[in-house]
């Protein structure tokens, strides 16, 4: 099936994203499904809708898991195979990868898969806490390390190694800040300096604030179906052409090298091999920008560029809007934000809109090839997609 | 496809159940899927073995998510995609749907599910907690009901309507309880009397200790492949020959009656459909008994029985070892023991036992047909799978 479509996607939704004091996870979800079901109008959710996977990071945040069947039930689903994937920050990259498999198997012909995440009514400390529970426990949070610190020893073997700046990481945050100020489903819609992000307060050296991510509620989802089913429902179909998913040690502390995912690297390999594309013909991406670094490795590993320029490409300005190759459209996890679970989906909403001429300010003239890149904890879960507009 | 095999299991393991003090979830697991490895000299774990799913419910517990990923690297077989599935006590009945999705998908071969919970380190108050999040926050748990008090609802709505005494609950007990003095895998090894059940201390009316599940660690595991590459494994591959799974509403409150689980009866219908095997060819089932009204009630929704003759089947002595149909022969949850996340795919490691003539002391003679029941919850979830030997 190499450069054939695996499966279509027929509709997405996407919540807002932000600080959405006073909603459930499940009401966010059903924020963000029901813009995919009215997108839809041929689709009968109760009848047409054989299951549904969620990615859902943290039962700590609400004190809630068994979030397929919770959120099955209150997006009027009720009945169908709900089932949660958890996978840290990879959650619904890996929900996506589930769903493929399930109509791949013949056993569900129209499914829905998405991610949710309500982080902003707990306190800093608490998320950080919860989040960590996706690195190594025993060798990793027991002795107090949190991700800002893991990324932290990534970007500074990464700066070791090749001579990356913390101006070349801040350009990532520029970039991404413009592209989210586009957007008005992100959670920062602001411009930033680079001046701004390079005075920042220090999270853990070389990452400053404006390295980092955001801690965001929302939620978002695609509806997948069989190529052959999509036209049925939609004039524009996009096609899923690739799709890679792999694991790497849990802990940081086993890797032979700090300066690349190697998740990463063999998941690009399989979606791209399976997608029968090139790094090259890829018209835009979405990447797993949980800090700045994160998304000058991700060109590498991806083969945006050549090992060790990622902080050459962001300078570069072909990473923008308008560049050749732009990343983060949607203003990433860093503008955009990041509610964990809702990450990879969200991801392949922004590549559904964009491949669909459906991105407004921040579209991307001819786009007809887009990637998708979640990756979950400090990567020992990466999934890449690999998607294609009809024509 | 139907009555024919969707995918083979080649092999399986299971930890010793109990309280394993000082062994992490992922510990446990390396000594289900060892067994599992063991059994099948044939298998090259690192290059046949093509995705894992595993289900655990609780982050919680150890402090650890991102699970998927953190046992394929202990287990040996990192760079697979890994992925962590959860829908409560059914997280690893999930796991096996989503393992038959990804081999029937075309994209994985050779896969790895089970499931894993390391429970016993935690007080019961903090058990109680955590086992919680599997059932509605803002209806249900915020109110202080935990699961006790949601099966003694089912309990006391299943006798008023049909009669069901106390005292048949205590049978599941007594008959569980001596199926696991037969189990040197079983957390409880020894019989109990009618009169012992009848006198523990009530945890929730009607429900006494002795008609509660235990708190235990374990972990569980099968290998599964295409039906026409298990032969080259294995001389006695176990078939699926049917796969359901159902949601139902997360709260107790929102259904129409309380002396069924609608999903058990969704799934079943799917199962039995796609095996063409109807009730009454099933030779022994392995159901979850999480409290003992579970089991009355799985009878009744899996057709062992009419509605509402749980009580009285259960008293025929058919669901007894040398019985017509029996039940939990492993000891199930009641006996054998709970490690939630574990228990989907232990129910699959007994069948796969009895279908391979495995099971020593507490064979069933002529076992052809097994079926598998695991529910999350108070039945949000529901998986049913059927299994047949390839004489």
């Given at each position: ?26 009401e966010l979800f059903i924020e963000a499904v029901s813009e995919a079901f009215n997108r839809c109008p041929k689709l ?19 004190h809630q898991g068994h979030t397929g069947s919770a959120i099955a039930d209150w997006a009027g689903l009720v009945g ?312």
């Amino acid at each position: 099936m190499k450069g054939e479509p695996l499966v279509s996607i027929i509709s997405a939704g996407m919540s807002k994203f932000g600080k959405r004091d006073g909603l459930l996870a499940r009401e966010l979800f059903i924020e963000a499904v029901s813009e995919a079901f009215n997108r839809c109008p041929k689709l009968e959710p109760k009848k047409d809708v054989k299951a549904l996977f969620v990615g859902h990071m943290g039962e700590a945040y609400e004190h809630q898991g068994h979030t397929g069947s919770a959120i099955a039930d209150w997006a009027g689903l009720v009945g169908i195979p709900a089932t949660r994937t958890e996978a840290a920050c990879g959650s619904s990259g890996v929900a996506l990868r589930s769903g493929i498999y399930a109509v791949l198997s013949g056993l569900a012909d129209m499914v829905v898969v998405g991610g949710v995440e309500k982080m902003t009514h707990r306190t800093t400390a608490e998320v950080t806490e919860y989040l960590a529970m996706a690195s190594d426990y025993p060798f990793e949070q027991w002795h107090g390390i949190t991700f800002p610190g893991l990324f932290a020893l990534m970007a500074t073997a990464h700066m070791h190694a090749y001579g990356t700046t913390q101006e070349q990481m801040g350009l990532v945050a520029v970039k991404n800040h413009y592209n989210g100020s586009l957007n008005p489903k992100a959670h920062m819609q602001k411009e930033v300096a680079l001046q701004t992000v390079m005075t920042s307060k220090y999270v853990a050296w070389p990452l400053k604030l404006y390295d980092c991510s955001l801690i965001t509620d929302g939620a978002s989802c695609v509806i997948l179906t069989k190529p052959e089913l999509a036209k049925k429902y939609t004039d524009q179909p996009i096609h899923i052409v690739g799709s890679g998913q792999a694991s790497d040690t849990i802990g940081l502390y086993e890797r032979k090298n700090l300066t690349s995912l190697n998740s990463t690297k063999l998941a690009a390999k399989a979606a791209y091999e399976m997608a029968q594309v090139s790094p090259e013909q890829v018209n835009l991406a979405e990447v797993h920008d949980c800090f700045t670094i994160a998304e000058l490795i991700a060109y590498e590993d991806l083969g945006f560029c050549k090992v060790g320029d990622g902080g050459k490409l962001v300078e570069s300005d072909e990473t923008r809007l308008g560049g050749r190759i732009p990343v983060n459209t949607s203003g990433g996890l860093k503008a955009k934000g990041h509610p964990v679970g809702a990450t990879g989906t969200a991801q392949a909403y922004e590549i559904y809109l964009q491949l669909t001429g459906q991105a407004d300010k921040r579209q991307v003239i001819d786009a007809k090839v887009g990637l998708s890149h979640n990756v979950g904890g400090s990567g020992a879960t990466a999934a890449v997609h690999i998607y294609r507009s009809e024509q």
